[in-house]
């Protein structure tokens, strides 16, 4: 569930890093392949990262994101029992940035995408990612980049696109 205009965080650049964990003998031999092919020089952001890691400050946000996104789950989980009952079962998830919710009124994925665009939700009907069978008539809800208030409205307006009182 993601609400139009709301994005989390605004960039202007992007580092991309990768890595890889070598045996010591390759070491050599994939670094001369990787500057190789390599058309982007990032030495100074990875030393940076490097130092960035090292110091425990991404530890540190990883356990603050954890607890974030966890008491964010929690929300949209309390405000799915009290407001989607009958409609939209939202299975017991342990971490994430996104849900699945699983349609109880009837509704293809299709149709609980389009209710939910025309209240101002985008969310994905689960037969999106199906190349073959049957609609597991779901959708999918994001979270995390979403405070309490904006999560207990996105609830209550998706409760009111899926009841079909409005059709």
């Known amino acids: 569930m993601d609400l139009p205009g709301s994005a989390a965080t605004s960039c202007c650049s992007r580092l991309f890093v990768g890595y890889m964990v070598?045996?010591?003998r390759l070491i050599d031999t994939i670094l001369a392949f990787r500057f190789g092919i390599d058309q982007n020089a990032v030495g100074l952001e990875q030393a940076i990262l490097a130092d960035f890691i090292e110091e425990g400050h991404l530890g540190r946000h990883m356990r603050r994101m954890r607890e974030l996104y966890a008491h964010r789950l929690q929300t949209l989980r309390r405000e799915?029992?009290?407001?989607?009952?009958?409609?939209?079962?939202i299975p017991?998830?342990?971490?994430?940035?996104y849900a699945v919710g699983f349609l109880?009124?009837?509704?293809?994925s299709r149709q609980a995408e389009s209710a939910a665009m025309y209240h101002g939700i985008e969310t994905?009907?689960?037969?999106?990612?199906?190349l073959s069978g049957t609609d597991p008539q779901g959708i999918?809800?994001?979270f995390a980049a979403f405070d309490d208030d904006v999560i207990k409205r996105g609830v209550a307006t998706l409760a009111i696109a899926l009841s079909k009182r409005d059709r």
């Open 22 to 24: 070598l045996p010591k």
């Open 80 to 89: 799915g029992e009290k407001h989607l009952k009958g409609l939209l079962e």
């Open 92 to 97: 017991d998830v342990k971490a994430g940035l």
């Open 104 to 108: 109880r009124n009837g509704m293809s």
């Open 124 to 130: 994905m009907g689960l037969d999106r990612f199906m």
């Open 140 to 142: 999918v809800l994001g």
